[in-house]
Every structure is written in C-alpha cells, then in structure tokens.
C-alpha cells in the first residue's frame, strides 16, 4: 500500500544554517504531496504541498519539490531560525475520491542560537 | 470562533469509564478525521467521516466510537478506557473534492490512569 518514508530526527542546526529534511513516498500513479509543521503543543499546520509532478511548493521560505523519478519531496530552506524549531511531517493524499493523508513519522527540528 | 475546536484540551480519567472527545469546525467542510499521535508512531488515522451520518474506519478504530450527526461536529467516544489509549488526540477537517488539505484542531491529551 501507499507509504510515505521521513528522515529520523532529531535534526540539530545552527541557526542560519541550510536544511534538508528527506522524505521519499511509494503510492500508485500521482498522488498529492504536503508538508505539515508541527510546533510545540499546537496541532498541525500545512506549510506547502504540490498536487503533480515537477511541481515546487514553497512558503515561509521552505521549499519542496515533486520528484516523480526518485518518488521524493524533500524540503529545505536556505537559513533556518530558531523559530523554526517543531516537528515536520510529510504527507501524501493517495489517488481516489477521499481526501484521506498517509503520514510519515515526522522529523523534529532543533535549531539553535 | 471561526476553525476547528476541540475539547476538553486535557482530560485525565479512569481505567474502564467512557469518555467524549469534541471536535467542532465552522467552515461546513466535508470531511472529519480522528487521529492518534504517540511517540514512534507519529499520526494515526482513527476514523473519518464524508459527510453526516457517513464514517469510516481507519488504521486503528478498536475501542473508538464516533458519529456525526451534524456536519460541523464529529465527537469520538472511548467507550472503556484503557492505558493504552492515553495519547494526543487531533482532529481536523478537510473541503473534499479531491482538495486533499486536513486542517487541524489543537489536540486534545488524554490520560487513562
């Protein structure tokens, strides 16, 4: 079945560092990808997705590309903040009529001054 | 308030009593989901619901009750509680129409002495 595979974590940055946080998935045709931000005792938060191949999401200075060839969305940004610190989940929204997500496991991230 | 709201935000109860989880949202989406987030398991899909008076299981439905009445709410029962069901607990909502994005409420951290 559709699975989505994320880095183990913690991930440990000095602030203004570059980031990349692997995420690779295994689904059948062209699913939709996101990644949701997680921060300390809030619920999750959708920070971009792309819907089809070569497709690059971005906000908040994050960004992810939709790689069909390597069935990967990694995301990165250029120079993360302390700010930034929280847990990231990737996700995938199978093909069908629901708009059920399959979860990876998420990747904490701890950036520090 | 405009969103999706859970309560109670915490809740410690007994071994064996029944408990209600509430989640409401105000945007009439569609789609409900229940989710559980345990350490090493990230999030884990409960049930969901389509539409009112449609619900569905997903990875892990033993011991949970749900219905939903009302489009805006869908509450979810622990019918017995056990230790192990002692967790977060996020719902969140989505549009349908193949849109795909869930946006979740706080969580709710429930504690099964």
């Known amino acids: 079945g559709d699975s989505v595979t994320q880095m183990e974590g913690p991930v440990t940055l000095s602030e203004e560092a570059f980031l990349t946080i692997n995420c690779t998935y295994t689904?059948?045709?062209?699913?939709?990808l996101f990644w949701y931000v997680q921060y300390p005792g809030e619920g999750l938060q959708l920070l971009l997705k792309a819907t089809k191949a070569d497709d690059k999401g971005s906000n908040k200075g994050f960004e992810a590309t939709y790689r069909k060839e390597t069935t990967s969305f990694h995301l990165e940004k250029g120079s993360v903040q302390v700010s930034d610190s929280a847990v990231y989940f990737c996700?995938?929204?199978?093909?069908?009529?629901?708009?059920?997500?399959?979860f990876g496991t998420g990747t904490r991230l701890q950036v520090f001054p | 308030d405009a969103g999706i709201t859970q309560s109670p935000r915490y809740k410690i109860t007994e071994t064996g009593r029944q408990v209600t989880l509430m989640c409401h949202q105000t945007?009439?989406?569609?789609?409900m989901f229940w989710y559980r987030q345990d350490l090493g398991h990230g999030l884990r899909l409960i049930y969901y619901?389509?539409?009112?008076?449609?619900?569905d299981k997903g990875e892990v439905p033993d011991g949970y009750v749900v219905s939903r009445s009302k489009t805006e709410n869908f509450p979810l029962t622990l019918e017995s509680a056990t230790r192990s069901q002692t967790s977060v607990y996020f719902c969140?909502?989505?549009?349908?129409?193949?849109?795909?994005?869930?946006?979740f409420g706080p969580g709710t951290r429930l504690t099964v002495t």
């Open positions: 996700a995938l929204r199978p093909l069908g009529n629901t708009d059920k997500l399959i």
């Open positions: 945007w009439s989406h569609s789609y």
């Open positions: 969140a909502s989505s549009a349908g129409q193949g849109v795909g994005e869930q946006y």
């Open positions: 619901s389509a539409a009112a008076d449609i619900t």
């Open positions: 689904a059948t045709g062209y699913p939709s």
